[in-house]
Nanobody, 115 residues
């Protein structure tokens, strides 16, 4: 049973930074396509960043230049570095892993940007 566990969320002031972590249990993590999503109250879940097994990344325009996705295959972990945070970045952030046609979701970690 693959488990996906996010951490690193919290309350931060505008302009601040947070680094989210996502640990995936089990084997073959290096082959996973990993994504970060977020969902704000009243909004649909949106894809904001992805990284494939080769380390190629994609970042959605709304956070490009502020957010960075990376992975450490030795630790079965993917990261989302978030800088210059804005109140509109407030959301529940979810990690998703895709391997072998199966999608695995974490429970999410809350990020709140407020003064």
């Amino acid at each position: 049973q693959v488990q996906v566990v996010e951490s690193g969320g919290g309350l931060v002031q505008p302009g601040g930074s947070l680094r989210l972590s996502c640990v995936v249990s089990g084997s073959f993590f290096s082959f996973y396509w990993m994504r970060w999503y977020r969902q704000a109250p009243g909004n649909e879940r949106e894809l904001i960043a992805s990284i494939n097994s080769l380390g190629s990344t994609n970042i959605v325009d709304s956070v490009k230049g502020r957010f960075t996705i990376s992975r450490d295959n030795a630790k079965n972990t993917v990261y989302l570095q978030m800088n210059s945070l804005k109140p509109e970045d407030t959301a529940l952030y979810y990690c998703n892993g895709m391997y072998g046609g199966t999608s695995y979701w974490g429970q999410g970690t809350q990020v709140t940007v407020s003064s």
